[in-house]
């Protein structure tokens, strides 16, 4: 799988792309994959830690996006978050399923040599945006929030490896969150 990136991406666009894939208009998933597939990719291979996972996370995203694109709705956020989101939870299953067949999944190294998700987003403006707002947060912060959206641990997890309570973690993911849409707003 090719990873591009394309700093342009109009959220306008890729919102009407959703909607045409809403009504079955099959060039318009065709497009979106063009347009989306690098960064759905790299999402699925930062958390996956390996091609073929990475690959196969790629495209259940990319047939939830054909099977419920009726369900986006521009008013509750951004098309690209949506997509990246759906990325990021199929990457997720597929990291769960595996280890429950394998017990103790480990990730192989060659993908530490990849281009990450997190490298491509700041490759563009918005990601540059992110980038800043994300330092502004203090390094705790900062480190659950890449854990949760970055690594894909779940807030269960998180808590495990950080030795705090539950509710703490979602509390200061749910401000970090406020914190940087507030960021990006301004």
Request: with cysteine; hydrophobic share 40%; aromatic share 6%.
């Amino acid at each position: 799988m090719t990873q591009q990136t394309n700093p342009s991406l109009d959220m306008d666009d890729t919102a009407a792309l959703l909607r045409a894939c809403a009504d079955g208009e099959r060039p318009a998933l065709r497009r979106l994959y063009d347009l989306w597939a690098g960064r759905l990719y790299s999402v699925g291979l930062r958390i996956t830690r390996q091609k073929t996972l990475a690959e196969d996370a790629t495209h259940d995203a990319f047939l939830q996006i054909w099977q419920q694109a009726s369900r986006f709705d521009p008013a509750r956020g951004r098309a690209d978050v949506w997509m990246l989101s759906i990325a990021r939870y199929r990457a997720i299953d597929l990291v769960r399923r595996r280890q429950s067949e394998v017990g103790g999944y480990e990730g192989e190294d060659e993908a530490a040599d990849e281009i990450g998700a997190l490298d491509l987003l700041i490759a563009d403006a918005e990601g540059k945006a992110l980038h800043r707002c994300l330092h502004q947060l203090d390094e705790p912060r900062r480190k659950m929030i890449s854990m949760a959206f970055i690594e894909g641990l779940s807030h269960s997890v998180l808590a495990s490896r950080l030795a705090i309570p539950l509710g703490t973690v979602k509390s200061t993911i749910r401000r970090s969150l406020s914190s940087l849409k507030q960021c990006l707003e301004a």
